[in-house]
Antibody, heavy 124, light 109 residues
Framework: QVQLVESGGGVVQPGGSLRLSCAAS????????MHWVRQAPGKGLEWVAF????????YYADSVKGRFTISRDNSKNTLYLQMNSLRAEDTAVYYC?????????????????WGKGTTVTVSS | DIQMTQSPSSLSASVGDRVTITCRAS??????LAWYQQKPGKAPKLLLY???RLESGVPSRFSGSGSGTDYTLTISSLQPEDFATYYC???????????FGPGTKVDIK
């Protein structure tokens, strides 16, 4: 069955870096765009970034632009989020999600399948 | 960016009630709207997309409607498993980013 498993979360000091991974299985990963979405404690959902199925187009929320980088390795069925210059306000559960509507497309749509999330805490 | 608002922010309802949640965009989004359900400690679950299309496996008591800037999610007869927080999300343009509404918490009266 379709499965997304995030990893790489943890506690990091302000200004530090962290790389999240999302392992995909049960579908043709290389054909679909992927999102990262986060949720701060007790808060709502915030879209973070999207990457096209082949990695050639990437879009970011203004709040992370220039600090976060989304990437993917289709040979490993894995999505990544490199997070640099982390701030306290980046503290959240980070979810990866697959976008079935983005099949072999540059456009993004909505999040059909979600992982369970990984927690990032930015604190000194 | 396109801003999304939802109303109410929370509501209390009983099993069997008809529940309606409204989502409003800061500009027209041409039905580029999805709805999600999230239960505490769990990932969100897609309910509807394109404003009114039901995701496979989602019960038919969930429905969506709207156009332009205003959209609604309706639960025709609230079930115990429907107590959760509901979010709308617009995906109108790759140049404008994706935004979620602030959420509507539905709890037991």
């Amino acid at each position: 069955q379709v499965q997304l498993v995030e990893s790489g979360g943890g506690v990091v000091q302000p200004g530090g870096s962290l790389r999240l991974s999302c392992a995909a299985s049960g579908f043709t990963f290389s054909s679909y765009g992927m999102h990262w979405v986060r949720q701060a404690p007790g808060k709502g959902l915030e879209w973070v970034a999207f990457i096209r199925y082949d990695g050639s187009n990437k879009y970011y929320a203004d709040s992370v632009k220039g600090r976060f980088t989304i990437s993917r390795d289709n040979s490993k069925n894995t999505l990544y989020l490199q997070m640099n210059s982390l701030r306290a306000e980046d503290t959240a559960v980070y979810y990866c999600a697959a976008d079935w509507g983005s099949y072999r497309s540059s456009y993004y749509y909505y999040m059909d399948v979600w992982g369970k999330g990984t927690t990032v805490t930015v604190s000194s | 960016d396109i801003q999304m608002t939802q109303s109410p922010s929370s509501l209390s309802a009983s099993v069997g009630d008809r529940v309606t949640i409204t989502c409003r965009a800061s500009q027209g989004i041409s039905n580029s709207l999805a709805w999600y359900q999230q239960k505490p400690g769990k990932a969100p679950k897609l309910l509807l997309y394109a404003a009114s299309r039901l995701e496979s496996g989602v019960p038919s008591r969930f429905s969506g409607s709207g156009s332009g800037t205003d959209y609604t999610l309706t639960i025709s007869s609230l079930q115990p498993e429907d107590f959760a927080t509901y979010y709308c999300q617009q995906y109108y343009s790759t140049l404008r980013g994706i935004t979620f509404g602030p959420g509507t918490k539905v709890d037991i009266k």
